[in-house]
């Protein structure tokens, strides 16, 4: 959770659970303290649900002003990232769509190229990375937005042909 080279800041994780009846997992994580004292803010958890619907990363941030607030997602030019309207795109093949939810507030969504810092060594062969960005539309003192990861319906097959092989190798050994 921290960046390696700046110093822990005791940002961790609150609370995992895992319900294997519902087929869910939550992890909690509190992240207020990696952000500077000057930044002013009070409270940030995130929270990471995974169940049979999708992923879903929803985050709660509570600052001691109104400010504006943006929230980055990555992804690889070269594999696709587009926007739909405020739903971001990741993947050509069989995308993963991202939808945010707001609480109370509005959010921009835009496309940018990412400044990237390479080391001496690059796992995507130095390839460029682009990130979709949500941004308040005004400034807010607290927000709770959900960022809702799904497959696109075209792709609902993924799941249920590798299932049905990884049956089919089960019955046959």
């Not at 609150?14 to 000057?38: F, G, M, N, Q």
């Not at 985050?59 to 607030?69: A, G, K, N, Y």
């Amino acid at each position: 959770m921290s960046i390696p080279s700046h110093l822990h800041r005791d940002e961790h994780i609150s609370a995992v659970r895992h319900d294997p009846e519902r087929d869910e997992i939550h992890v909690r994580l509190e992240l207020s303290t990696v952000y500077p004292d000057k930044l002013g803010v009070a409270h940030y958890s995130r929270e990471l649900m995974l169940t049979p619907r999708g992923l879903t990363c929803r985050d709660h941030v509570v600052l001691d002003q109104p400010r504006m607030l943006s929230w980055l997602f990555q992804g690889k030019p070269d594999f696709g990232i587009t926007l739909q309207d405020n739903m971001g795109v990741f993947g050509n093949d069989c995308p993963l769509h991202l939808h945010p939810v707001p609480v109370g507030f509005d959010l921009t969504a835009s496309l940018h190229p990412t400044e990237v810092v390479w080391s001496y060594a690059s796992a995507s062969g130095f390839k460029p990375f682009a990130h979709v960005r949500y941004d308040t539309t005004n400034p807010v003192k607290t927000a709770i937005v959900d960022f809702r990861f799904s497959a696109a319906k075209s792709c609902s097959h993924v799941g249920t042909h590798a299932e049905n092989e990884l049956r089919q190798d089960c019955q046959t050994n």
